[in-house]
């Protein structure tokens, strides 16, 4: 299929997402799950002593955050199924127990090439996610590839 | 001057790569004695990166800097070596279905030297291609070493050069910089231009060359390393 | 805490590998923390009605590793920025192997580019990304 869409669909918002408060738990349950040992990750105490002042997430957490709309309702299917193609994410500020983030989705870029499972669409997510103080924490760059 | 040269590899100006060219360059030259290559090919996808300019950083380095493109065809991916005005006319590069009979036999008519790289890879490598359909007049060599592939992609480029008799070279299809030059090719002749370049890969008198490091032998199962959850 | 600090690193260090055997249920754990815990990633029935070839790691999950693996090398190093790109679906119940190398250093800001990656046994590398971290400095 030809790759053909309303480009006016680039760029516009088509989701905010607010997030329930992060916990210390769930910080400390995906440090766990990557088998982090970093202690701003995993020691509250230790933590506390050092330069965030506090337990902080590891870095790849709001790739969790997954939208109420995960693309817009009226994008066209390019493909029959879809993966993730990879992220490109920008820190800007860490998360912390407590933290209530909103995240909002863009379509940043729509192409097409070639690899070896076929004809591939890429459909590139852009979400920025802040926290409560509207501080922006991430932008995160979501490539899923359709085929 | 360049006799040892990675005919394909991709730059920041392609999609999926993240490599300054400096710092391609700067890697090569702390690798020298296990890479010793002397000149790069900079092949995007998709696109000849026209405002490129590499001159201060060839000086700079003491390596030549040519430049090129990867586009997609109905055959597989292909090289485009000695990309002028005429090729990025005629074919527009960022279709990726291209006809690879026309891109070939057009390219070759207008100065340049179309090359399919990757053969051996399913889908966009020219031996799936050539299971079903007749196989392209013109192709003077294919990329019988490629930096990117899996197992068992190279070395089934091997039959295809037989049967065909096709010239071979060697490139890193490096996305990264330290994937620079672990794979190469080595010519009889020294490159000095995009035009000496095209020429030699027509003419022959070049063979790939791997610099990439013996694999150890890894157990089928590794120790776990005691962390907190097992991983 | 083994704090490397800016004047001790150098362009063409490699980090120190992770090399390790990826199990469905560590992938399941994440998928679960991750609030991931759908068929392709925890089961290989449901997965195979994807089209895959059996369950997979989240990409993300093979992201969060290779950070882990900047975190193991340098507790101090705050990654500013990792884009990964997921070249292969990356198959539990295998060796897998976490690799990186500092590729550049900028003095301006004290920080480092790093190339990293994922690779089986073969070499074949399924994920390959960059990352870009902010390490402190002797002063």
């Known amino acids: 299929m030809a790759l053909e869409f309303d480009r006016s669909i680039i760029g516009q918002i088509f989701d905010e997402t607010a997030f329930p408060p992060v ?9 766990a799950a990557l088998g982090e040992t970093n202690p701003f990750y995993t020691d509250e105490a230790a933590a506390a002593k050092g330069p965030y002042g506090g337990l902080v997430a ?7 955050l997954r939208a109420k709309k995960f693309t817009p309702e009226h994008l066209p299917k390019f493909g029959k199924v879809g993966f993730d193609g990879g992220r490109d994410l920008e820190i800007f500020a860490p998360v912390r127990p407590g933290d209530q983030l909103t995240m909002l989705s863009t379509i940043h870029d729509i192409y097409e090439k ?3 499972t076929g004809s591939m669409y890429f459909i590139v997510i852009r979400n920025e996610v802040k926290n409560q103080n509207g501080e922006r924490v991430a932008l995160i760059d979501h490539r899923i590839m359709q085929r | 001057m360049a006799r040892i040269l990675d005919l394909h590899l991709h730059s920041e100006a392609s999609d999926d790569s993240r490599a300054p060219v400096e710092a ?3 890697w090569l030259a702390r690798k020298r004695d296990e890479r010793p ?10 696109q000849f990166n026209n405002a490129g300019d590499y001159r201060e950083l060839e000086d700079k380095y003491g390596m030549l800097i040519l430049k090129a493109s990867e586009v997609e065809t109905d055959y597989g991916h292909v090289l485009v070596y000695g990309v ?5 006319k005629r074919f527009d590069f960022k279709n990726v279905r291209l006809p690879a009979q026309e891109v070939i036999t057009e390219v070759a008519r207008m100065g340049g030297i179309a090359m399919p790289c990757h053969p051996g890879r399913p889908t966009i490598g020219l031996i799936e291609h050539y299971q079903k359909k007749p196989p392209i007049e013109g192709v003077v060599g294919v990329e019988a070493l490629n930096g990117g592939s899996k197992k068992g992609e190279n070395e089934r480029v091997a039959g295809l050069v037989q049967a065909y008799g096709y010239h071979a070279f060697g490139g890193s299809d490096s996305h990264l910089v330290s994937f620079v030059g672990l794979c190469a090719t080595e010519f009889d002749r020294d490159i000095k231009t995009i035009e000496d370049l095209v020429e030699a890969l027509r003419a022959g008198g070049y063979r790939p060359v791997d610099f990439r490091a013996p694999r150890p032998q890894v157990p089928l199962t590794l120790e776990v390393s005691s962390h907190g959850s097992g991983i | 805490m083994n704090t490397l600090y800016f004047e001790d690193i150098e362009e063409g260090d490699e980090l120190p590998s992770i090399d390790m055997f990826l199990s469905k ?11 991931m815990y759908v068929p392709r990633f925890t089961d290989d029935e449901g997965a195979r009605a994807e089209g895959l070839p059996g369950m997979i790691a989240p990409g ?5 590793l290779l950070a882990r693996m900047i975190s193991d090398w340098n507790p101090a190093a705050l990654i500013t920025r990792i884009g990964t790109t997921f070249r292969s679906p990356v198959l539990p119940e295998r060796n897998v192997h976490l690799r990186g190398a500092v590729t550049q250093k900028i003095e301006a800001d004290h920080t480092v580019e790093c190339d990293i990656w994922m690779e089986n046994d073969d070499g074949e590398r399924w994920v390959i990304g960059t990352a870009t971290a902010k390490v402190p400095s002797k002063g």
């Not at chain 2, 002028?84 to 990025?88: F, Y």
């Not at chain 3, 249920?25 to 609030?35: E, F, I, L, P």
């Open chain 1, 58 to 64: 590891p870095p790849t957490l709001v790739t969790k």
């Open chain 2, 37 to 46: 290559l002397e000149g790069l090919v900079l092949t995007e996808h998709r």
């Open chain 3, 60 to 64: 993300v999950m093979s992201m969060g």
């Open chain 1, 114 to 116: 070639t690899g070896r």
């Open chain 3, 25 to 35: 249920d560590q992938v399941r754990q994440y998928a679960r923390t991750a609030g």
């Open chain 2, 24 to 26: 391609y360059l700067k």
């Open chain 2, 84 to 88: 002028n005005d005429d090729i990025l």
């Open chain 1, 23 to 31: 916990t210390k738990e769930e910080i400390l349950e995906f440090a």
